[in-house]
């Protein structure tokens, strides 16, 4: 057996574990497990939109210590932590092996799925290193953590300029989330032969909702960064929580933050329609 047939062989088993239904199971796991998160930002967020949230944070971190203060919450957040272990994998194999779907060996798509295998690979590490007792990892206040990477990178050399384009394109990424959410783009991953029309219903209100609360979530938070950038201000620059409250500052004042906490939760359900009807 030649060098190139064994790596092939290779391939073809790495190709099979990328397939399997272990692969399948962690990727649904992992929809779960996001879902969980973004169901409390929003609980949270509507709870400070009408008074209450007792000085919560509307954020990832919030969310997480609203589940360590419950019975259970540490053997809880090692769920949800797997869970997005099971994620970052899943998005790592499509970014090896390709997603499923006709476009899904594209190298956009692939490259795509490889910035998500960081990213839920950075969240997965964060709500790990919590639930084994590091406090300061993944509860921390987003709102301050923007500030600080905003600060350090304003004093790069070309630094307003290195924000001001991180921010637009926060922003663009805002409105790519939202406008794919509202045209139902979703549709082409999911196994829409075997949904009642009910479940198709309910997805469609939980994806539309979600997608577009989160999308205007990420524009808002983009416009920041950018105000940041302009003005050299990096207390300008505000994480989920400090974002969601500027709502406030709106005339739709709570209102507005109440629309958008409502649907980053239905967001929160629509990952749980995710991880039952999405191609894997």
């Given at each position: 057996m030649n060098a190139q047939t064994m790596s092939l062989r290779g391939q073809g088993k790495a190709r099979q574990a990328?397939?399997?239904?272990?692969?399948?199971?962690?990727?649904r796991w992992g929809f779960v497990a996001r879902g969980v998160i973004y169901l409390l930002i929003g609980v949270l967020a509507l709870q400070i939109a009408f008074g209450g949230g007792g000085g919560k944070q509307a954020d990832r971190g919030g969310a997480l210590a609203e589940i360590a203060s419950k019975p259970m919450g540490?053997?809880?957040?090692?769920?949800?932590?797997v869970g997005l272990v099971g994620m970052a994998l899943w998005r790592l194999s499509e970014a090896l092996f390709g997603?499923?779907?006709?476009?899904?060996?594209?190298?956009?798509?692939?490259l795509l799925s490889a910035g998500r295998f960081v990213f839920y690979g950075f969240v997965a590490y964060s709500v790990l290193a919590f639930a084994a007792g590091d406090?300061?990892?993944?509860?921390?206040s987003s709102d301050q953590q923007s500030q600080d990477v905003t600060a350090k990178a304003l004093?790069?050399?070309g630094g307003q300029w290195i924000v001001g384009i991180v921010g637009v394109g926060i922003a663009i990424a805002g409105v790519w989330v939202g406008?794919?959410?509202?045209?139902?783009?979703?549709?082409?991953?999911?196994?829409?032969a075997e949904m009642s029309r009910g479940a198709?219903?309910?997805?469609?209100?939980?994806?539309?909702?979600?997608?577009?609360?989160?999308?205007?979530?990420?524009?808002?938070?983009?416009a920041f960064v950018v105000q940041a950038a302009v003005e050299y201000e990096p207390d300008k620059a505000k994480g989920f929580d400090d974002t969601?409250?500027?709502?406030?500052?709106?005339?739709?004042?709570?209102?507005?933050?109440a629309a958008v906490a409502l649907g980053l939760a239905l967001f929160g359900i629509f990952s749980f329609a995710m991880a039952r009807w999405r191609k894997v």
């Amino acid at each position: 057996m030649n060098a190139q047939t064994m790596s092939l062989r290779g391939q073809g088993k790495a190709r099979q574990a990328a397939n399997s239904p272990a692969m399948a199971a962690a990727a649904r796991w992992g929809f779960v497990a996001r879902g969980v998160i973004y169901l409390l930002i929003g609980v949270l967020a509507l709870q400070i939109a009408f008074g209450g949230g007792g000085g919560k944070q509307a954020d990832r971190g919030g969310a997480l210590a609203e589940i360590a203060s419950k019975p259970m919450g540490s053997v809880l957040l090692w769920v949800l932590g797997v869970g997005l272990v099971g994620m970052a994998l899943w998005r790592l194999s499509e970014a090896l092996f390709g997603a499923a779907g006709p476009d899904g060996h594209k190298t956009g798509k692939r490259l795509l799925s490889a910035g998500r295998f960081v990213f839920y690979g950075f969240v997965a590490y964060s709500v790990l290193a919590f639930a084994a007792g590091d406090k300061s990892s993944g509860s921390g206040s987003s709102d301050q953590q923007s500030q600080d990477v905003t600060a350090k990178a304003l004093d790069l050399p070309g630094g307003q300029w290195i924000v001001g384009i991180v921010g637009v394109g926060i922003a663009i990424a805002g409105v790519w989330v939202g406008s794919r959410a509202v045209m139902r783009k979703y549709h082409k991953h999911l196994k829409l032969a075997e949904m009642s029309r009910g479940a198709r219903k309910f997805t469609d209100v939980t994806g539309v909702g979600g997608g577009a609360a989160r999308g205007i979530l990420f524009t808002a938070v983009g416009a920041f960064v950018v105000q940041a950038a302009v003005e050299y201000e990096p207390d300008k620059a505000k994480g989920f929580d400090d974002t969601l409250r500027s709502f406030t500052d709106t005339p739709a004042g709570p209102w507005l933050l109440a629309a958008v906490a409502l649907g980053l939760a239905l967001f929160g359900i629509f990952s749980f329609a995710m991880a039952r009807w999405r191609k894997v």
